[in-house]
């Protein structure tokens, strides 16, 4: 994972004039705060949803009850349908979620997945054609430790989707999903 901070992607998204949200279940708010830290944020920023309970993230971001019931919430497709559902609430061009296990006990998942250990989630960036993925690995880590690198995981996804996208706002990397 390439390291993006806040002021690069909120660069980004000032240059093409585009804006973002965020989803954020696992992290709880600290990718927006990390991306409102900068000076000039307000241009681009929408707002949040902290997601942290699943009724919130269907009811709210309209991810689908099944897939939560069957998957659990640390869940690729539950991550881009987030980031999808904030950006759709939002009225953004981007959005990106968070979703994961931050410990120290595993996340419950879901009867397909199984318990998630602590360390594991993903992050997906959802904008104009593009809906993407990555997941992200980090046991051993204690929850503040966790949650920062799910902020970071975050803002690198949307820093490389902004990178890649032309002026039109649409990706020529296309959708992707990387598992933990």
């Known amino acids: 994972m390439t390291a993006v901070d806040a002021s690069t992607v909120i660069a980004a998204l000032i240059a093409r004039g585009a804006s973002v949200a965020t989803a954020e279940s696992l992290t709880g708010g600290l990718v927006c705060a990390a991306l409102t830290s ?13 997601a942290y309970s699943v009724a919130v993230k269907a ?9 939560l019931e069957r998957q659990g919430a640390v869940d690729p497709a539950v991550a881009v349908q987030m980031a999808a559902g904030a950006r759709r609430v939002l009225d953004s061009d981007y959005a ?39 997941g992200f690995a980090c046991e051993g880590q204690d929850r503040a430790g966790v949650r920062r690198h799910a902020v970071d995981a975050a803002l690198a996804l949307l820093g490389r989707v902004l990178e890649e996208t032309g002026d039109d706002g649409r990706s020529s990397a296309g959708a992707g999903s990387v598992k933990p």
């Open 38 to 50: 900068v000076p000039g944020s307000s241009a681009v920023v929408r707002g949040g949803i902290v």
């Open 59 to 67: 009811d709210v971001l309209g991810v689908d009850g099944d897939l």
């Open 96 to 134: 990106v979620a968070t979703t994961g296990s931050a410990g120290p006990d595993p996340d419950p998942g879901g009867p397909v997945t199984g318990p998630i250990p602590p360390g594991r989630g993903f992050v997906a960036v959802a904008g104009p054609g593009v809906e993407v993925v990555a």
